[in-house]
């Protein structure tokens, strides 16, 4: 598995300017999502402090990078998939789940993830996320839950791909829907609340996160956690009965 | 290039956004309207001190401003011409487009412009809302005018960001790039007026601007000296491009070796 990861960071590191040049759009982006919040939270009243909003920022951060850095490979599998080239895939004598997160993932995201983290922490002086170990060990926890959110999602709806045998734009409709994260949970009235968490947790992932941290909201997080558990089993029974339905030819 | 022969790009431009509806719905139904609701959420629980409020944007202003910027934002979308243009270097096939008898950056625009044909769509109902709502009608035209100028500067920036491949050989970089500009550094994200003053030189004279952020800000405040500011900006930047794209041309046609990578 690690080896896969060395193989996909060699193959991108063989395109350097390539390489650069995406790792430096990616801290400009974020950067300039760090001064937006910066100037909204000078206009926000009500309830949402600033180190709450940059925690939910850096949640964000962290929990969409580390899902890119999957999402690639899942993307890659089921386009492989989509074409008719699956079967080599049976073959392997590794478990399937490891060839659709590591097979073509993207390890520039991971660096990424360690510069985006240090700028927003100096930025915006986050001490509250070392304030206590429990918290933050909970905060660790509750980026992971939202990682697997994530990835349910993209698995479910990726999982069609084996009923329609063609090409999904599953992975733009994502990154589209998981703009909403950055919306702060209290914004939405308690039912839409309720509602978006059971249907999709992906979208309330990074507020989740800074309510463990900011407002010591367990309550909510275990909630969340149910909920990402659920869905997560759903997803891979999903994958799995379909894939039994797949003849392998590809559209 | 014969007009009929322009023409029957444009319309295979067109025809290849058509034929692929589900790509359509979506990039109606969600990428246009999710990033616009999420501005409204979040602006709808904003505060504004009082003397902020007539320095710059009202709050029905503010909404106004997001609507049409995000509709600019779907319509002026280089994403696949760079993706175009970067797969036939890339794969090396570029000399294939060389032979046409139509020059290889017309052939590109008149696809380009094909394709975002249906696009006009959401910028067109933002600009007639304006007129009948608001009785704004020097804003929506000037709007309209300067819809066509910004499609032109985004097939240039597009057409120049492109040519960036014969460099780094993939397209992730330059794909990323765009995206991130035109919907950072554009004014899709915030009005130029409420940049903290530092960053506010590089958010006011960047292109991007004047792809997304110049046009809608035209129509929710017109005023004479914005529409000087925002044309001699397109004379600028437009030229800029321009001679970039020929020297570029110019150089690679010589270094470059055609095998792809």
Redesign the interface.
Known sequence: MFRWIWNCLQSEVRYLFNLTGHVAALGVFYFCQLVFFDVVSSFLGGGISKSWLFTMLLSYIVVSLVVNFFSASIEGFFQHLSRGLGDPFLVKPVPIWWLLLFRQCKPSYLFVLVCGCIIVCIYADLAILIHSPAGSALWGLSLVVGVVANLSFLTMFYSLTFLTQRDMPVDYIHSELSAFAIVPVPFFSTTVTKLLISAFPMLVTASVSANVVGKSDVALFFEFFCIVFFHACASVMLFRSLARRFDGLGG | MSAKGAMSLVKAGFLSVYCDR??LV?DFF??TS??FI?QL????????PENELQKTYALSEIYLYYAAALALNRLNNAYDLIARISGHVSHGLIECFQVKPVSYMLYNAALFFGESLLYYVPPFIVAVFVVFYKGEVVGAVGFLCLLLLSQVLCFLLGYAIAA?VY????????L??NV??F???SGA??PVA???GW?QPAMRYNPFRLAIGGPAEFLVKPSMSLALELLSLYVYWGAALLICVFVVSKVVRVKYAGAGG
């Open positions: 589900s790509m979506v969600i990428a999710v990033p999420i959420l979040i602006w709808s629980r904003a505060v504004f960036f460099w780094t050989v993939k397209p992730d970089a330059l990323s790039l991130i500009m919907s950072a550094a994200l915030l409420f940049w903290p960053l």
